[in-house]
């Protein structure tokens, strides 16, 4: 059983997440096959933000879960921003390899009403290569954030004795 984070490591663990976010406006990547291409630009025309709200990671099993949402950038956090693509992939010499699709944000009209809008959650193996990508269905829009970094090195779960 995992141990429990205490509020401020919890709060300490997001924030890192938050700030582990590639802030270059000119990143881009095609796919490992070289047929689909990603860059940073806004989501038709609205910037989104992500917010982390929770997140845990298991060093032993090396198990990640991130719960968060998507915003419009200005809104502070009132506006939530769904259908939103996101992913774990890792890049190498300008290409996404091992990409694994992890779903797209809430939109309670369609999908879960008990969750408000562009919020996403995952469970999910992870290595310290791997980055987490938030992109629309075009490609564009991409943000990059560096999960595998931040938690092989940073607050580490551990388990129970």
């Known amino acids: ?19 582990s976010k590639n802030k270059e406006e ?17 989501f038709g025309g609205v910037l989104v933000d992500v917010v982390f709200i929770n997140a845990e990671f298991d ?20 506006f939530g921003f769904c259908c939103v693509d996101y992913f774990i992939a890792r890049p190498v010499n300008g290409y996404l390899t091992n990409i694994r699709e992890l779903g797209q944000t809430n939109n309670p009209k369609n999908n879960d009403k008990s969750k408000p ?9 992870i ?3 791997d980055r987490l990508y938030i992109k629309n269905e075009m490609g564009g829009g991409l943000q990059e954030f560096l999960i595998g970094k931040v938690f092989s090195k940073n607050f580490i779960t551990k388990r129970n004795e």
């Not at 429990?4 to 997001?14: E, F, G, I, T």
């Not at 000119?26 to 806004?42: E, K, R």
């Open 127 to 129: 290595n310290s290569d």
């Open 59 to 78: 060093v032993e099993t090396k198990h990640l879960k991130i719960e968060g949402r998507t915003i419009e950038k200005d809104r502070k956090d009132t």
């Open 117 to 125: 809008a562009g919020y996403f959650s995952f469970n999910v193996l």
């Open 1 to 19: 059983m995992l141990s429990a984070l205490s509020c401020s490591s919890q709060k300490n663990l997001v924030t890192t997440l938050y700030e």
């Open 26 to 42: 000119g990143i881009c990547y095609t796919d490992s096959s070289g047929h689909f291409y990603y860059s940073w630009d806004s």
